[in-house]
């Protein structure tokens, strides 16, 4: 019971991964139309492989929001396989290019799994504004509730305006509970509530909405602190994830985001969101190598089966594929 976190559905086990890679090709098409393609037109153009040549491949990677540090962390090695192996051929290069990108993101030996088996186990669902917290939270308890697990939601964005409606069209449509207080009321009072709805409802997995508030720190600070403080203490013996969700589109901002967010809490784990819409899925790339970051979903779209999780080799050939 419960162990396939959703990576793949029931109608793609008959051709294992072939719906999964679809979709995420489908998803990453402006990144991988920013790299693969540019790196093919490049490649083509040169005879030989000279200094020149590095430098392009290094700008394809920065223009993808790869980030400087990571591009040239790959670019090194990149040169030192090519020397080692003997390599002439500019062509070859995309191979080892491929090769050197997912070596540098398995680097990080966090898991990109959701952990929370066995039961009951709470999702804390942080993130700035408008980055697509409430929308991944729908997803994940579409997505849990599919393989069987009993799941509740709990409404603890209580500061914007409109954000518990949100979340309760959300919690029906899944067909999932909800513990909800009024607007302006205290989150960690609602988390609170949250965890005792879930143990006396017996569910598996409580998934908890916070609010953004990035551009006041000491309150996010603040508040993030009492909401662990009261899962530490209401709920020891649960298994704890604390997903930041960050939006693809905004490349290297979502960078930044991560660095504050990582002071504000214990991150487990990243939800890159919006990757259908941008060229800047490269994003991913240094949230895994140079922060650490495990990502653990990527969203696709808008709709409830919009969420897939991540795995480094599937997204690295995804963006390497014609
Ligand atoms: N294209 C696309 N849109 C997305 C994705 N995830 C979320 N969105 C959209 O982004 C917008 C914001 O999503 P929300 O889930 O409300 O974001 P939030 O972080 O909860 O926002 P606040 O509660 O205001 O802080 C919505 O219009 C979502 O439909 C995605 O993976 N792809
Ligand atoms: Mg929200």
């Given at each position: 019971m419960f162990k396939n976190l959703f990576g793949q559905k029931k109608e793609d086990l008959e051709s294992p991964n072939k719906g999964f890679l679809e979709k995420l090709k489908a998803g990453l098409d402006k990144t991988r139309k920013g790299i693969t393609e540019k790196v093919d037109n490049i490649l083509k153009s040169y005879v030989k492989i000279d200094d020149e040549l590095f430098d392009d491949l290094e700008e394809i990677l920065v223009t993808a929001d790869v980030g400087v540090g990571t591009t040239m962390d790959i670019i090194d090695s990149l040169r030192d396989r090519i020397q080692e192996e003997g390599l002439?051929?500019?062509?070859?290069?995309k191979d080892l290019l491929e090769d050197e990108i997912k070596r540098a993101m398995n680097q990080s030996n966090s898991s990109n799994r959701l952990e929370i088996d066995p039961s009951p186990a709470v999702i804390l669902v942080v993130g700035a504004n408008g980055v697509g917290k409430t929308t991944t939270i729908a997803k994940l308890a579409y997505n849990l509730k599919r393989e069987g697990r009993k799941v509740i939601l709990a409404a603890g964005d209580t500061f914007r305006a409109g954000a518990i409606e949100q979340l309760n069209e959300w919690s029906k449509r899944v067909g999932v509970d909800l513990v909800a207080h009024s607007e302006g009321a205290d989150p960690a009072a609602v988390i609170f509530d949250g965890i005792q709805a879930a143990k006396a409802r017996k569910c598996d997995v409580l998934i908890c909405d916070t609010a953004g508030r990035l551009h006041n720190k000491k309150n996010l600070m603040n508040e993030l602190n009492k909401i662990s403080r009261v899962i530490e203490r209401e709920y020891a013996d649960a298994q704890k994830e604390t997903l930041l969700v960050l939006d693809a589109t905004t490349g290297q901002n979502a960078i930044a985001q991560a660095k504050v967010f990582e002071e504000a809490c214990n991150v487990s784990g990243v939800v890159l969101t919006k990757?259908?819409?941008?060229?800047?899925?490269?994003v991913a790339i240094a949230l895994q190598?140079?922060?650490?970051?495990?990502?653990?979903f990527v969203g696709?779209?808008?709709?409830?089966?919009d969420l897939q999780q991540f795995d480094v080799d599937g997204f690295v050939e995804a963006i390497f594929s014609n």
């Open positions: 002439r051929e500019p062509e070859g290069i990757l259908d819409g941008t060229a800047k899925g490269g190598t140079e922060l650490g970051l495990p990502i653990k696709v779209g808008e709709k409830m089966d």
